[in-house]
């Protein structure tokens, strides 16, 4: 199994990119991992909220292929302490044959297509975070699964 991150709009911070290619290059010790950026609207101003999601959602959808199961990070969906996350991760790697695809919308959310698209959300807190730092967290958490599921020393219990 693949596991492939869709972000919107290029990461501003320098310390979020380092990060990124830092947990990015370990997880790829453990399975195929890629991150892909949709590029960010051009004249987003000028668009309504709603306007900026169907947007962004017809970019995201250019990315998910046949086959792909997609998991939203939406303040709505399952939260999950870091071992139940690796858990979570294990069963998908025995259940999923091609490519779990995580998505990290824009600032306003996802488009009715992307939640209709999508097979499961997950959060990772209650609390909000910029969408460029989400980034960063989940990466951080995914590689933290792998080293759960590998009995590695990264996560102490």
Do not use: N, W
Request: hydrophobic share 40%.
């Amino acid at each position: 199994m693949k596991i492939l991150l869709l972000v919107v709009g290029k990461t501003s911070q320098d310390f979020v990119e380092k990060g990124l290619d830092e947990f990015g290059g370990r997880i790829k010790h453990y399975l195929p991992f890629e991150i892909q950026v949709i590029p960010a609207i051009k004249h987003a101003k000028s668009l309504s909220f709603d306007q900026q999601k169907e947007k962004e959602g017809e970019g995201i959808l250019q990315y998910l292929q046949a086959g792909d199961y997609v998991v939203l990070l939406d303040e709505q969906g399952k939260e999950f302490t870091s071992l139940d996350f690796a858990k979570y991760l294990e069963k998908k790697r025995q259940t999923i044959p091609k490519c779990l695809v995580f998505v990290i919308g824009g600032a306003y959310g996802f488009s009715r297509k992307i939640y209709e698209a999508a097979q499961e959300k997950i959060a990772l807190s209650k609390m909000t975070f910029s969408h460029q730092l989400v980034r960063l967290i989940f990466v951080e958490q995914l590689y933290r699964a792998m080293t759960i599921l590998h009995q590695e020393p990264y996560h102490h219990v």
